[in-house]
């Protein structure tokens, strides 16, 4: 089958290689992989979840079983259920997660609790958006003590759009922050009022979906006294960020991390999806094959936010 392989930083390769046995694992066939700024992060600089290289990558996955036959979404990951995170019932912060990589290709194995069914008449693109999904998912639910009528968003990429979604669906007023113009068009599409940039001190809940560590300020910066701030965002591990000491401490600023997503997420965000209640469709972009990943995955994102679709058989 065929496969993208990243064998060194910024060196990927479309190859044939052996195809996937379900001795241990379910075979899936890939019918769409989306791609997100992850993608981006592990071709440019690695990742710690690639594993030595020659590394597979793609972690939004949906495809048809080939032992029954089902449409399932392939989660990344599967927690180990004994860890103490998993024990206190945080297994996105499972300390021996098992990573479910490789839907960049035609065929991915992948350990049975790692399957989600999809619901009938959600297409394969979008239920692979139930991923970044999910990770929204819990990213509101990090912050759902907050008494707040109104949210803020900084960042409009696809992370940022639904995650303002989920906030509009939550009942809350949400102001999100983009510089594009067409992100804030894509922003008020779905309930959201937009904004070039957030008023500093102004907001009692931010939600950080940039990943930059000039973002994570602005984030905290934008925080009312009292505020919550959410870090959905991620900075390539290893960054030293320098984030204001006034406010953290005068103004008791509650800064969180949101990361990754449990298994009742990612369901919750299936049905998000095919209830039409998160329109998968305004954030789906070209639907590309195997061999166009690396040139588009080296584009500069502009413009409006919209998730590559990978079609391996392409
Ligand atoms: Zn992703
Ligand atoms: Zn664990």
Redo the contacts with the bound molecule.
Sequence with gaps: MRAAVLHARDDLRVEAVAEPEGDRDVVVRVEAA??????VKMLRHGHRVLGPYPSRFG??TAGVRLDTGDRVLVG?SVACGACAPCRAGRPQICRAMTWVLGGFAEFVAAPAAALHPIADGLDFAGAAMA??LA?CVHAVARAADSAADGAAVLGGGTMGLMTARLLVLAGRSVTLADRHPERRAQAEAIGARAVASLHAGGHPLVFEAVGRPEAWRAAVEAAAPGGIVVLVGGCPSGTDVALPAGPLHYDELDVRGAFHHSPAEVDRALDLLASGAVDWRGLAGATIGLDDLAAALRRPADGEARKLVVDPRR
């Design positions: 989306t791609a997100c700024g992850t993608d972690h939004e990344d991923e970044p990770a």
